[in-house]
């Protein structure tokens, strides 16, 4: 499975945009760019995935570089309940249903 | 709607003895995945189904640990005979996924095993 690099942490201010990077430079063609956060003492939660292009929901927005080697989530205004920690992962497309390949991912802290 | 059940919550038993996890997927969702959370080795996928069929268990760890889908509305993932390093999170999730599909995965609040 091609892997993902993320900053082990990173801290924001309540209310402020935040942008969470992630470095995947052997992605392959059909590899999805999916993310997931975990809340404290809660399963997994989906936020966005993405192939190529950006993506926008009601819970954040994806960028894609152009040559798909990193992408960004954005999170426009942090709130505190963003507190989490935030995994970027590469779900490889073809014969895969979909396998999700979990990192160590970003806690992400929010200051009031 | 409902999301994906998990039963037990928290389960504590003693080395040797049979654990039981059981999981009720979301209505509807034709895959399942059992995953198994830890400090040290994080979260790690152990098996999926696709349409009650075992499609993946290589990340099952070894043959105390057993997983089955009996229809499409109920899952179990048994250890036999259970060890204190068997003490972790085990989440069950599901999702609408074909072949080439992409679809969220959702999952249940997990259930906290300790071996004591």
């Known amino acids: 499975d091609a892997k993902t690099t993320q900053p082990n942490s990173m801290e924001s201010n309540e209310e402020e945009p935040v942008h969470l990077p992630c470095n995947h430079s052997t992605i392959s063609g059909t590899d999805y760019i999916h993310w997931y956060r975990q809340l404290p003492s809660q399963g997994p939660e989906y936020v966005i995935h993405g192939l190529t292009s950006n993506v926008n929901n009601r819970m954040a927005s994806l960028a894609i570089a152009e040559d798909r080697k990193s992408s960004t989530l954005i999170l426009h205004r942090a709130t505190l309940r963003d507190a989490a920690v935030y995994y970027c992962?590469?779900?490889?497309?073809?014969?895969?249903?979909?396998?999700?390949?979990f990192g160590q991912g970003t806690i992400l802290t929010v200051h009031p | 709607d409902a999301g994906v059940i998990q039963s037990p919550r928290h389960e504590v038993t003693e080395m040797g003895q049979e654990v039981t996890l059981r999981c009720k997927p979301i209505?509807?969702?034709?895959?399942l995945f059992w995953y198994r959370q830890t400090m040290m080795r994080g979260l790690e996928l152990l098996i999926y189904?696709?349409?009650?069929?075992?499609?993946?268990d290589s990340g099952m760890p070894e043959d105390r640990f057993s997983a089955k889908m009996p229809n499409a509305s109920f899952s179990t993932l048994k250890i036999q005979p259970s060890e204190p390093r068997d003490s972790a999170v085990y989440f069950c999730?599901?999702?609408?996924?074909?072949?080439?599909?992409?679809?969220?995965?959702?999952f249940g609040d997990g259930t906290r095993l300790s071996i004591l």
């Open positions: 209505s509807g969702h034709n895959s």
């Open positions: 992962i590469l779900a490889a497309g073809g014969t895969s249903y979909g396998k999700l390949t």
């Open positions: 999730a599901s999702s609408s996924q074909g072949i080439f599909s992409n679809q969220p995965q959702h």
């Open positions: 189904f696709n349409n009650n069929v075992p499609i993946d």
